[in-house]
Structures are given as C-alpha cells and as structure tokens.
Nanobody, 120 residues
Framework: QVQLVESGGGLVQAGGSLRLSCAVS????????MGWYRQAPGNQRDLVAT???????NIADSVKDRFTISRDNAKRTVYLQMNSLKAEDTAVYYC??????????????WGKGTLVTVSS
C-alpha cells in the first residue's frame, strides 16, 4: 500500500519560512515526477512545483524565486522550501507522486494535505 505523508505545515508570520516534507512509503518499483500542489478555500488545486527523478524542476510563476523543490531519492522524500511567505500563500499543500508500481503500472498518488497558514 503506497502512502504519502506530508509534514512541516503550520502557522508562520509573513516573511517567514517553512519547509514541507513528503515521504513515500510502501512497495513501489520507482518514483517518477514528484510535486507539490496547493488549494486555498474557494479555489481549485494549483500546481506549485514539480521535480523529476533526475532533478529537473518546474516552479509556478507565482512562487518562483521564493520557493524551491528538491528530492532525496534514497529517502523517497520530496521537499518544498518556502521562503518570504505571504498571506496569499495560505492554503492546504498536497504532495503528489507518480510512481511505477511493483506490478509495472503507472500510478498517481496524493497525500492528505498539510495546512500552511501565513499571518499578516
């Protein structure tokens, strides 16, 4: 059973920083693209950043130059470093991972989400 568990969310004041982590557990063959998405109340879930297995990154323009994404393949963990946080960054942040299962299938998994609240 593949499971994604996020950590690192919480309350932070504007201008501060947080680092989110997401660890993938369970039997898989390989990890492909991993990423972070966020959803604020009343909004749709939007892509924040992705990172490929070989380390190539894609970051949304709205957070570029403030957020960075990275991964540790050995630990099967993806990180989102968030700096210079703004009130508009407040959202539930979801971890996503596309994997190849032990059976050879391409599957997409989501974490339960972690709330990031940025106070003004």
């Amino acid at each position: 059973q593949v499971q994604l568990v996020e950590s690192g969310g919480g309350l932070v004041q504007a201008g501060g920083s947080l680092r989110l982590s997401c660890a993938v557990s369970g039997g898989i063959s390989s990890l492909k693209i991993m990423g972070w998405y966020r959803q604020a109340p009343g909004n749709q879930r939007d892509l924040v950043a992705t990172v490929s297995a070989d380390g190539r990154t894609n970051i949304a323009d709205s957070v570029k130059d403030r957020f960075t994404i990275s991964r540790d393949n050995a630990k099967r963990t993806v990180y989102l470093q968030m700096n210079s946080l703004k009130a508009e960054d407040t959202a539930v942040y979801y971890c996503n991972s596309n994997v190849i299962t032990l059976e050879g299938w391409d599957m997409d998994y989501w974490g339960k989400g972690t709330l990031v609240t940025v106070s003004s």
